[in-house]
């Protein structure tokens, strides 16, 4: 009886506490372009451009900001779900096997996050998921990478160079997804719930939250730009399948 009141004693200090102390608004979705292979779950803003990640041909796509091709580099990333750019390359998320296309030698089992080469699509290093399983969302930011562990509900901040965990902080709802940086803060999407809190990188802590409503597209991979934060949507559910969504493969941008 002690064992278990102190097992779940530990259970609820190790869970996030539930907050209601943050404002909340609803988001105006603007639907812009379509990514050029369909099924975009991964985006990130550079000085050259916006990288999309796709999920089913895993390539990396820069394009301008209304859609026109710049540069598509061929990647060894499977099942992509997560991009990010900085320290001179691109960083991919891995989420496991690949889906929509015939599997290679080189795709992932579990969870990984690719380190490659933006100019031709070369892997530089692969790096397993702190705490292992899945990954969804990656974001560099100020010389680090924050990455979605999954399996442990948390954004694990590691250290490029060798991937040593310095920082983990909690998330509050399940599915965790899109990252996005914004001045020592940081914007996780939840795509069940479609949800969007901004994170305090300290401690994790809700200091607000954007809301989607159910007719808007799918909420996938994520970035900030100019203020704006911009989503896409992959056209695919958990588990693999189709999700029927009628805006499958936009880039959109949220106004509140």
């Not at 609820?12 to 943050?22: G, I, K, S, V």
């Not at 998921?129 to 010389?143: C, D, W």
């Not at 949800?195 to 401690?203: F, G, M, T, V």
Request: net charge neutral; aromatic share 6%.
């Amino acid at each position: 009886m002690i064992l278990e009141r102190r097992s779940f004693l530990a259970a609820l200090l190790a869970a996030p506490l539930l907050q209601t102390d943050f404002p909340k608004r609803q988001a105006k979705v603007v639907r812009l372009f379509k990514s050029p292979d369909g099924h975009p779950n991964a985006m990130e803003t550079t000085a050259e451009g916006l990288w999309i990640g796709e999920q089913t041909t895993d390539r990396a796509h820069l394009l301008d900001w209304k859609g026109n091709p710049i540069r598509t580099v061929e990647t060894e990333s499977s099942n992509t779900s997560g991009i990010a750019f900085g320290a001179g390359a691109l960083w991919m998320g891995a989420n496991g096997k690949a889906i929509g296309r015939e599997a290679k030698p080189t795709d992932a089992i579990t969870g990984e996050v690719l380190k490659v080469d933006p100019a031709n699509g070369k892997t530089l290093a692969r790096y397993p998921i702190p705490g292992g399983g899945g990954v969804h969302g990656l974001e560099f930011a100020e010389g680090r990478l924050w990455v979605t562990s999954l399996k442990l509900q948390k954004l694990s901040l590691v250290d490029p160079r060798d991937f040593r965990l310095i920082h983990q902080i909690p998330v509050h709802l399940g599915r965790a997804h899109g990252l996005a940086w914004d001045r020592g803060a940081i914007w996780c999407m939840h795509s069940t719930d479609r949800i969007i809190h901004k994170l305090s990188a300290k401690n994790g802590r809700i200091l607000e939250a954007v809301v989607l409503s159910p007719s808007d597209p799918d909420p996938h991979g994520m970035c900030l730009y100019q203020g704006h934060l911009y989503y896409c949507d992959a056209g695919i559910a958990p588990g693999a399948v189709n999700s029927g969504s009628p805006d499958a493969g936009y880039i959109c941008r949220i106004d509140v």
